[in-house]
């Protein structure tokens, strides 16, 4: 359930929303439809946050992994692909 806003960029919107199922509070990237596609730069971030799933398991040794935003789903629509 979406919350509230939490900015606006180039091609996403990010809002504050909350798990009905858990009440977890987490950002959700939200990338509109253009036409029959999503612009290519939510496909670039899904692909970066792969790489940093690798390096999850090794945080001990690489402490700045814990800043990192981690990718929990991906969900798309009819009108919209959501990064949680």
């Not at 987490?26 to 940093?52: C, L, M, N, Y």
């Not at 929990?72 to 009819?78: A, F, G, M, V, W």
Request: contains cysteine.
């Amino acid at each position: 359930m979406k919350e509230s806003l939490l900015g606006k960029g180039g091609y996403a919107i990010v809002w504050k929303v909350r798990s009905i199922a858990t009440n977890e509070i987490f950002a959700a990237k939200q990338f509109p439809r253009v036409g029959r596609w999503f612009d290519e730069s939510s496909d670039t971030e899904i692909q970066i946050h792969k790489i940093f799933k690798v390096f999850e398991a090794k945080k001990e040794t690489h402490p700045g992994f814990n800043c990192i935003t981690r990718l929990k789903n991906t969900i798309e629509d009819t009108k919209d692909r959501w990064l949680m």
